[in-house]
């Protein structure tokens, strides 16, 4: 069940990769296999929420998780350089945060990265990357609405289709 969620939010539910969120108002989703793309209305803030099921994203500690997976964000220019993870709090999930900052290779602009893992033990990894443009002021509110938004993360149970 998703917490009580801001004036204007809309509750998204997505049964095949198993998770429910909160969305602000005019941010837009894209789903694919087991990852989902939700953008800002202006695009200066983008979040890409994977799902992991498996055993080795899970025995994996969510710190080091963390790290390795902002330093293997693709489109950066050079390698991201994570800062020591911490806590990432308002959510029932252990969860953990990293960030670090990093020009992108095609467009040439400064970007701030955070990833937050979000994990319910032995059952889903969630791994949650929000990418800003660095040199936009206006990003700074949508970025506090991406981590808003990653507070309001639950698992849900995965729905499984049967074949005839």
Do not use: C
Not at 34 to 49: A, E, F, G, Y
Not at 81 to 106: D, H, I, M, Y
Request: net charge positive; aromatic share 4%.
């Amino acid at each position: 069940m998703l917490p009580k969620l801001p004036p204007g939010w809309r509750a998204h539910r997505d049964r095949v990769i198993g998770y429910a969120i909160g969305v602000p108002p005019g941010w837009q989703l894209h789903s694919s296999a087991q990852r989902v793309l939700i953008r800002s209305p202006d695009h200066l803030v983008s979040v890409t929420l994977a799902v992991d099921r498996n055993g080795d994203a899970l025995e994996l500690p969510t710190r080091r998780f963390a790290t390795r997976a902002l330093a293997a964000l693709p489109g950066f220019r050079a390698p991201l350089q994570p800062g020591k993870p911490n806590s990432f709090g308002g959510t029932p999930l252990n969860a953990v945060e990293t960030s670090a900052t990093g020009t992108t290779e095609k467009r040439k602009l400064r970007e701030s990265a955070t990833v937050v893992v979000l994990r319910q033990d032995a059952a889903v990894n969630y791994t949650a990357a929000i990418v800003s443009n660095a040199e936009r002021a206006s990003a700074a509110i949508d970025r506090a609405f991406a981590r808003k938004m990653i507070t309001t993360l639950r698992d849900q149970p995965v729905e499984t289709s049967v074949a005839p």
